[in-house]
């Protein structure tokens, strides 16, 4: 066990370290692998070419996300992991319950233990609607290890998957089955970045905030709106405008050698 220490908030990186933290003591509690450690680290990096903030784009494909979610109600899930679910256990819970879609723990390093945890995790957070070690389960086409090991009544069935902080060749597994995929990931450049039909380019917590207000804005929204949303939402575009951002903020750096100011604070989890 490590020793735990109290994170002052007037710390400059408040936010980051406490995200830390709670890999950390996920990692201890055996939800956390160490290569989702690492995973964590790739995403701060791209976390301070962005800001630090949920932009524009990213607020634009988190209303496409829950649209879609929303719109292909009963068949759509959102699957979470060891990284999700350590750092936003209850926003999860929260989106869950109030688009009444449910979790699955589904995982790229599957052991059983271990999704036993994760869904005790999440239950205990709150969530109620959780696809876990009960489910009846079969495989993604194509991902014939543990790690394609998904749930019936879950994502083998649903049209559409919300997703985070996931391999990109699960992602093109989910491709591939047909599914329209919604996935946060702050690397604009990694597969799976590349290869959802919407990519939320954003930290996990923040672009969970941002789904639950889209959540209240969208849940009392007529099937045409929804179906509007999606049909007018272009990836491509908002994966150039992040693209874009980063560019932005590395022109700036290049011109005065000084970044731009870091972003705000986020608010209590
Ligand atoms: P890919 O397999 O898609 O090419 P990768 O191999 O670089 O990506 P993985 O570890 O497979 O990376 O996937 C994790 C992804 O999640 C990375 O792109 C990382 O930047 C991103 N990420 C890590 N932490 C967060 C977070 N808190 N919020 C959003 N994205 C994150
Ligand atoms: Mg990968």
């Known amino acids: 066990m490590l ?7 007037s710390h400059p990186r408040y936010w980051s370290l406490l995200l830390r933290e709670r890999l950390v003591e996920a990692f201890e509690a055996g939800i956390v ?35 879609g979610l929303i719109y292909y109600k009963p068949r759509s899930v959102i699957s979470v992991n ?23 723990v589904n ?10 945890r994760i869904e005790e995790h999440l239950r205990a957070h709150g969530a109620r609607r959780v696809l876990g070690a009960g ?6 086409p194509g991902l014939e290890s543990p790690r394609g090991i998904v749930c019936v009544e879950g994502i083998h069935s649903a049209r559409f998957v919300l ?19 919604a996935a946060v990931d702050l690397n604009p450049f990694s597969r799976t970045a590349q290869t959802a039909d919407i990519t939320i380019v954003d930290e996990l917590t923040r672009a969970l905030k941002a789904a639950l207000k889209a959540a209240e804005r969208l849940s009392s929204a007529e099937p045409g709106e929804l179906r509007g949303i999606l049909d007018s939402y272009d990836n491509r575009a908002v994966l150039s405008s992040a693209f ?26």
């Open 3 to 9: 020793d735990r220490f109290e994170i002052p908030r």
């Open 33 to 67: 692998v160490p290569q989702g450690l690492i995973a964590h680290g790739r995403g701060e990096a791209f976390d301070y070419l962005l800001g630090e903030v949920s932009h524009g784009f990213a607020l634009k494909a988190v209303e496409a996300a829950v649209a």
């Open 107 to 116: 995982l790229f390093y599957r052991t059983e233990e271990r999704v036993r």
């Open 244 to 269: 874009k951002a980063i560019l932005d903020r590395l022109s700036h750096a290049v011109e005065r050698g000084l970044i731009l100011e870091p972003g705000p604070g986020r608010g209590d989890l």
């Open 135 to 140: 489910c009846r389960r079969t495989h993604l």
């Open 163 to 181: 997703l985070g902080i996931e391999d990109g060749d699960r992602t093109e597994a989910l491709k591939r089955a047909g599914k329209t995929v």
């Open 82 to 104: 060891g990284n999700m679910a350590a750092l936003a256990p209850e926003l999860l819970a929260e989106l869950s319950e109030a688009l009444e879609v449910p979790l699955e």
